[in-house]
């Protein structure tokens, strides 16, 4: 089963763009990711890593990648309630409050993050198997 990353996160693709399709959505921001992973839920993928996973809030972030799977057509219902839950719970946070305008150290250590979410699945021996 094919897997792809939706991210815009530059330091995901730049590492796992020779390895795993990737959509990347350089420029584009945290929700941006969760709608065009709503999009490839309803078009038959499964969602692999949590949408919200971590600590950092849609507020506080920037970025966020999610990993899926093609499942050929069937559309996974938990993801599609798992994906619209997210956006649900990341509009509230936004609404509440924006995301900062962050310094350049701060983005970066913020795409890190990111990062060593996705690695830790990624680098997960059970992960191979799916």
Not at 108 to 118: A, E, M, R
Request: charge should be positive; avoid cysteine; hydrophobic fraction near 35%.
């Amino acid at each position: 089963m094919e897997k792809i990353i939706i991210t815009n996160n530059s330091k995901i693709f730049e590492k796992y763009k020779e390895v795993y399709e990737i959509l990347f959505l350089e420029n584009e921001s945290y929700t941006e990711v969760l709608y065009k992973t709503r999009d490839k839920v309803h078009l038959g993928y499964k969602i692999l890593t949590h949408p919200m996973a971590g600590s950092l809030k849609p507020n506080q972030t920037p970025y966020k990648s999610i990993v899926l799977q093609n499942t050929v057509g069937k559309v996974d219902y938990e993801s599609v309630k798992l994906i619209e839950n997210s956006i649900e719970a990341a509009q509230k946070f936004l609404q509440f409050k924006s995301t900062p305008k962050w310094s350049e150290r701060i983005l970066n250590d913020f795409k890190t993050v990111d990062l060593s979410f996705i690695e830790n699945v990624i680098n997960n021996p059970m992960f191979k198997i799916i």
